[in-house]
């Protein structure tokens, strides 16, 4: 199933370069949902680290707060797990916008 243009304006955002560090986390969470992979709090001590699991890749994350927008080194973290995953804007035939 293809994904929505706001799963692909995620994943393209994602893979920009320079790294962007605007990307809302919500956004992160549900394109790895849209993609098939499953979410989940590592455990009770873990606070606000979020594992995923996408086509047998592990990947743990911090979700941020309270600011909802991903850091840099977040999203450079989650394109090498989407990456890693087999996972880029052309293997989803998504479209990204060129910028110069």
């Known amino acids: 199933m293809p994904l929505s243009s706001t799963n692909c304006a995620t994943l393209c955002a994602i893979?920009?370069?320079?790294?962007?560090?605007?990307?809302?986390?919500?956004?992160?969470?549900?394109?790895?949902?849209?993609?098939g992979g499953m979410w989940r709090k590592p455990g009770q001590t873990a606070g606000s680290g979020r594992r995923a699991v996408l086509n047998g890749v592990k990947g743990l994350f911090h979700e941020p707060h309270p600011d909802p927008r991903m850091k840099k080194g977040s999203v450079e973290s989650a394109r090498q797990f989407l990456q890693n995953a087999g996972i880029t804007p052309q293997t989803e035939g998504c479209i990204c916008r060129q910028t110069s």
């Open 15 to 35: 893979f920009e370069v320079p790294t962007r560090a605007d990307i809302v986390w919500d956004d992160f969470e549900r394109l790895v949902r849209a993609l």
